[in-house]
Nanobody, 123 residues
Framework: QVTLVESGGGLVQAGGSLRLSCAAS????????LGWFRQAPGKDREFVAT????????FVDGSVKGRFTISRDNAKNTAYLQMNSLKPEDTAVYYC????????????????WGQGTQVTVSS
């Protein structure tokens, strides 16, 4: 199965942009659906976005709709989360996760997780 490594987090001012990457290795990346989740300090981890194995299905949470875009490049074994118009409430550790084929908004559906990358948005 694949292993996942997130990158691209950092400190950005409100209104700025970041692009997170989720690089996969050790398996057939194109067989997996990917999800992005985040966990803010003192809060439960929550769903952000998901994309199916062939990019035919994408879905983002209402809290980030219109600001965040999920995509993937199977030739590069990498998924992305483009985050625009960032707000302080987007501050969290962002996790990439994988499951077989079908996109899902549910954390329990994912069996492979990365280590997370910190995103901090200053006001």
């Amino acid at each position: 199965q694949v292993t996942l490594v997130e990158s691209g987090g950092g400190l950005v001012q409100a209104g700025g942009s970041l692009r997170l990457s989720c690089a996969a290795s050790g398996g057939t990346f194109s067989h997996y659906a990917l999800g992005w989740f985040r966990q803010a300090p003192g809060k439960d981890r929550e769903f952000v976005a998901t994309i199916s194995w062939h990019s035919g299905t994408t879905f983002v949470d209402g809290s980030v709709k219109g600001r965040f875009t999920i995509s993937r490049d199977n030739a590069k074994n990498t998924a992305y989360l483009q985050m625009n118009s960032l707000k302080p409430e987007d501050t969290a550790v962002y996790y990439c996760a994988a499951r077989q084929m079908i996109a899902s908004t549910l954390q329990n559906d994912y069996n492979i997780w990365g280590q997370g990358t910190q995103v901090t948005v200053s006001s």
